[in-house]
């Protein structure tokens, strides 16, 4: 089974001109060319089974096409996808933020799916899909030290409800890397598919490690990866597992 785990930054793209004429102006850009050039990253990979953070569902800069099902499409998957803010947020009443969501992408029929939110923190969802053999969590934590510690305490009650194996990815904003996630990992027994630490952000210039992919037992890694692909400010993040329970 391959994974991939990727923040596309809702196809605003990088580089210098990002920036111009104001801070964060490309946020309010168009995204259709870059949506391509990330389209056709992820078709190459050929995963079957894609995390996508930072997904834009549909608003004005994206002409209106939802991107997760627009590269669920081009590869033939299944798709679940949902805003990232709690019902109760005034992030879902606004223009352009009300349209910012996660997403996952899977080759395999999902048997179930379940939208779960964190007590704390703007960024609440926890995208779950149940698989014939395998559970995933997709998660985009705070960027505030305490929301995210709060929200870890969440997620290992979540996952520690699980009868199959599970994968963990996402983007954790954990700006202390691994040392961030010990005590998460070592209570729900999850391990780290990036075992050397690479950095993943920024992918001009790596030097954090923002992204994960977490796995339980009843998986082995066969390979892991992290291409040096620069269409959004996060490099992807590629592991293949073999399933063993």
Known sequence: MRVLNYNIRYATGIGPGFHFPLPLAGYLR???????RITRFVSEIRPDVAGLTEVDMGSFRSGAINQAEHIAEALG?????ESKYSERSLNTRLPVVSKQGNAILTSQPIV???FH???????RLILEIELDEVVLYLVHLSVKY???????????????QSNKPVIVAGDFNTFWGDYEMHLFMEASGLRNANAAGDPTYPSWAPSRQLDFILYSEGLEVVD??????RLSDHL?????????A
């Open 30 to 36: 168009s995204t259709a060319k870059n949506l391509d």
């Open 77 to 81: 998957h299944y798709h679940s996808f």
């Open 112 to 114: 179930q799916e379940h």
């Open 117 to 123: 939110y964190f007590d704390a923190g703007i960024k």
């Open 146 to 160: 305490r929301h995210r510690h709060y929200q870890l305490r969440n997620l290992y009650s979540l996952v520690g």
């Open 224 to 229: 892991f990866r992290i291409p040096d692909v």
């Open 236 to 244: 992807p993040l590629v592991c293949d597992f073999r399933i063993t």
